[in-house]
């Protein structure tokens, strides 16, 4: 662990932001997530950054300030009260989604060789997107009617493996790489 002042690049690099694959931002403050998201950014050029801000109007400056990713705390929030007041069912599921571990899960997966040519709605998980070519398209896109090599899916599946539905991938089955 490194405590310091995650603006000023000798803590971030301290923390090894310099080697990381992903960095997530989330301070108290969206001053300070933008200047560390610059400082991060400026650290590692090829990291992936998903940072937080408090108020939707920054959330085009922190994409400015190099953020892959931008997460609006409040919008969140918002939603998931205006859910639960609409329809209390709808709320609950949705808390379920962001819950950790436990119920249902939102889970990217990789596409299995016995996948290949299938569609979406055939699988045993319940795929809600697709990734192909680094391009997210819905399940009833008409560009995904069959699912090809390389695709990867975003799927809804229970948190835990059940004994009657294995999770794909887990079983020595082989994925649908395009390097196949």
């Given amino acids: 662990m490194v405590t310091g002042d995650a603006t000023r690049k ?3 690099m301290r923390a090894g932001v310099q080697d990381a694959d992903q960095v997530i931002i989330t301070t108290n403050r969206d001053d300070s997530n933008v200047l560390t998201t610059l400082t991060a950014r400026q650290a590692n050029p090829k990291a992936w950054i998903i940072a937080a801000v408090r108020e939707q109007e920054n959330a085009s400056l922190m994409k400015q300030s190099g953020a892959d990713s931008v997460i609006t705390s409040s919008d969140a929030v918002g939603r998931l009260l205006g859910l639960s007041s609409l329809s209390p069912t709808l709320g609950s599921v949705m808390e379920d989604l962001l819950s950790y571990g436990q119920g249902l899960e939102v889970a990217e997966r ?6 290949v040519g299938m569609q979406p709605q055939g699988l045993p998980d319940q795929v809600i997107s697709v990734v192909r070519d680094e391009k997210v398209y819905n399940y009833f896109d008409p560009v995904v009617t069959r699912l090809a090599r390389g695709d990867r899916l975003i799927v809804v599946r229970s948190a835990r493996e059940l004994p009657w539905a294995p999770r794909p991938g ?3 089955e082989d994925y649908a790489t395009e390097t196949d």
């Fill in 170 to 172: 887990t079983h020595n």
């Fill in 10 to 12: 000798e803590v971030l």
């Fill in 110 to 115: 990789e596409l299995l060789v016995n996948e």
